[in-house]
């Protein structure tokens, strides 16, 4: 089961998200909060796999407590759920650690799918609001993330290593990237680990905008 933790002012949002994420999916809904600071001490108490986090709310808003939560040494990751008219809190979120992005009046289906991709390790990006989340992170990125140095950084990377970064562009988890290429999850996790190195990107979400940016996934794919 995945534990999941729900934090959101809005009683109704919260009653919906537990009705989605049942126990038949996998899922178990461990605690609700209404703000960033119940959620921090939530956590501490609860031990989360995921926690499915709201942008705006009273008291200590989304993108501080997930700041927080991802400075811990063993904080779970964060699935900013956000609206059309969020577009300024984006930049913030991604920058607070945020691993994935999907909209409130998203499909169940892909509630459920975001959620375990990012409890797996993985990222999300819901497709209404990629190409925000994507011009945000390249705002906030260093310079150097899309330098004229690339090619050759890419050119550093092995077969496989490209294999990976191509897979970890479409969203997948290291459990889906491991069974594409038939391979373990521990290797999984060492050729993120290389492909980071050589490309100097800070995290999962840096990759994906990279493959993006450098035409190793195309929109859409």
């Known amino acids: ?7 959101d002012d809005q009683p109704l949002v919260r009653a919906g998200l537990r009705m989605i994420l049942g126990p038949e999916d996998g899922f178990e809904v461990v605690g609700e909060c209404d703000d960033g600071a119940a959620a921090l001490a939530a956590v501490a108490t609860l031990r989360p796999g995921v926690v499915l986090m709201d942008v705006r709310m009273r008291g200590m808003d989304g993108v501080e407590a997930t700041r927080r939560l991802r400075a811990l040494p063993d904080g ?20 607070a650690g945020a691993a994935g992005f999907l909209l409130k009046d998203a499909p169940a289906e892909d509630l459920i799918r975001a959620t375990r991709a990012v409890a797996e390790g993985g990222a999300w990006l819901d497709p209404a609001v990629a190409g925000r989340v994507l011009s945000a992170y390249r705002a906030a990125a ?23 970064l191509r897979l970890i562009g479409r969203g997948a988890t290291n459990q889906e990237i491991g069974a594409a290429l038939f391979i ?12 980071l190195d050589k490309l100097d990107l800070r995290d999962r979400a840096a990759a994906i905008v990279f493959a993006f940016d450098h035409g190793l996934v195309q929109p859409g794919a």
């Open 184 to 195: 373990g999850e521990a290797t999984v996790k060492s050729h993120i680990g290389h492909i």
């Open 76 to 95: 779970p990751p964060v699935l900013v759920l956000t609206t059309f008219g969020d577009d300024e809190v984006l930049s913030a979120a991604l920058r």
């Open 142 to 164: 260093p310079a150097g993330t899309a330098s004229a140095s690339a090619a050759v950084r890419i050119a550093a990377l092995t077969r496989r290593e490209r294999e990976v």
């Open 1 to 7: 089961m995945i534990r999941v933790l729900l934090v």
